[in-house]
T-cell receptor
Framework: RKEVEQDPGPFNVPEGATVAFNCTYS??????FFWYRQDCRKEPKLLMS???SGNEDGRFTAQLNRASQYISLLIRDSKLSDSATYLC?????????????FGKGTSLLVTP | DAMVIQNPRYQVTQFGKPVTLSCSQT?????MYWYQQKSSQAPKLLFH???????NEADTPDNFQSRRPNTSFCFLDIRSPGLGDAAMYLC????????????FGDGTRLSIL
């Protein structure tokens, strides 16, 4: 089983729609969770950290389910500018806790 | 305002000709990472430095080396690039503590002729 797995998509949604992505991770001891956004041929950029109790940042909501080992990202009222690849990121299985594993990403295309 | 700076943005080299990519940071972070990313793939960690301590990933080819002469700079050396080494190379930094995100530079896109 891969350490971080995501549905690659693409998810094609109309502007204004709500879309959700899931990600599963294999290491039950993982402590750090993030969503990154990556535009085509650009570097990954931190979208948000994911906290145990769930957290929201504007139109974006992240949830963590430790029992089932998955993380979700919900985007409400999608904008054209949300079109990108969304990378699920979990800390690697190491004592340090700071090195990260990246998923392959889920591609989102928001259309007019 | 760029905090992690990679040079050059685009690099073209010949098959087998050594090439060096550079990364600098103004964040004073303990850890600097080098990733390789190919199209539609996840960034793949090659190695990282925690301060002066070098940490190589088990599956990183010997062809890839790194140097970190000081806190601010880190270099990726590819001794004999092959066609399969064409990729985006990403430098990232972090504080080296749990729950801390990594901050990426713009990347260097390497092409091999």
């Amino acid at each position: 089983r891969k350490e971080v797995e995501q549905d690659p998509g693409p998810f094609n949604v109309p502007e204004g729609a709500t879309v959700a992505f899931n990600c599963t991770y294999s290491n039950s001891a993982s402590q750090s969770f993030f969503w990154y956004r990556q535009d085509c041929r650009k570097e990954p950029k931190l979208l948000m950290s994911v906290y145990s109790s769930g957290n929201e940042d504007g139109r974006f909501t992240a949830q963590l389910n430790r029992a089932s080992q998955y993380i979700s990202l919900l985007i409400r009222d999608s904008k054209l500018s949300d079109s990108a690849t969304y990378l699920c990121v979990v800390n690697k299985n190491s004592n340090s806790g700071y090195a990260l594993n990246f998923g392959k990403g889920t591609s989102l295309l928001v259309t007019p | 305002d760029a905090m992690v700076i990679q040079n050059p943005r685009y690099q073209v080299t010949q098959f087998g000709k050594p090439v060096t990519l550079s990364c600098s940071q103004t964040l004073n972070h303990n850890v600097m990472y080098w990733y390789q990313q190919k199209s539609s793939q996840a960034p793949k960690l090659l190695f990282h430095y925690y301060d002066k301590d070098f940490n190589n990933e088990a599956d990183t080819p010997d062809n890839f080396q790194s140097r970190r002469p000081n806190t601010s700079f880190c270099f990726l050396d590819i001794r004999s690039p092959g066609l399969g080494d064409a990729a985006m190379y990403l430098c990232a930094t972090s504080r080296g503590q749990p729950n801390q995100p990594q901050h990426f530079g713009d990347g260097t896109r390497l092409s091999i002729l």
